[in-house]
């Protein structure tokens, strides 16, 4: 079974929520909570199924294997869990888990294209923040598909 994952790409960093604009229009501008600093809608759309792999630093294995059962548990999908190393072989849509030098401890980007998710947090805090997000708008997908 298939499920397309959200047809938007989000660029996004997460820092303190100020409460300014009512929940329900931010809900409307992004739907994740807590709303990310910076939002940027893209024409991409991620096809997230069985096959799809997810790419790890080392240092990220808890988070991924967190992705993978939520991923099972909410939405029936299984990716296969790929520490990042050699690539040969691999084919289909990739889910990547990386470190990225110049972010705060809970900051994360996330970016959805076509065949590539790629979220990078310089810390632990961070990737645990991005993997909420993206299982925010994986339930959010599958609920609406």
Excluded at 3 to 27: M, P, R, Y
């Amino acid at each position: 079974m298939m499920h397309k994952l959200f047809k938007i790409g989000l660029a996004a960093l997460v820092a303190t929520v100020v409460c300014s604009a009512s929940a329900q229009q931010q809900q409307q501008e992004c739907p994740l909570i807590p709303k990310p600093v910076e939002a940027m809608a893209m024409d991409a759309s991620f096809t997230l199924d069985n096959r799809t792999a997810i790419l790890y630093d080392e240092e990220f294995a808890p988070q991924a294997q967190l992705l993978q059962g939520e991923l099972l548990a909410q939405c029936g999908i299984s990716p296969v869990l790929n520490p990042e190393g050699p690539q040969k072989g691999l084919s289909g849509t990739r889910i990547v888990l990386q470190r990225a030098k110049k972010l705060g401890e809970e900051a994360y980007t996330l970016h959805i294209d076509d065949n590539i998710i790629i979220l990078q947090a310089s810390e632990r805090k961070g990737m645990i923040n991005a993997t909420m997000s993206l299982l925010q708008l994986a339930r959010l997908a599958y609920h609406t598909s």
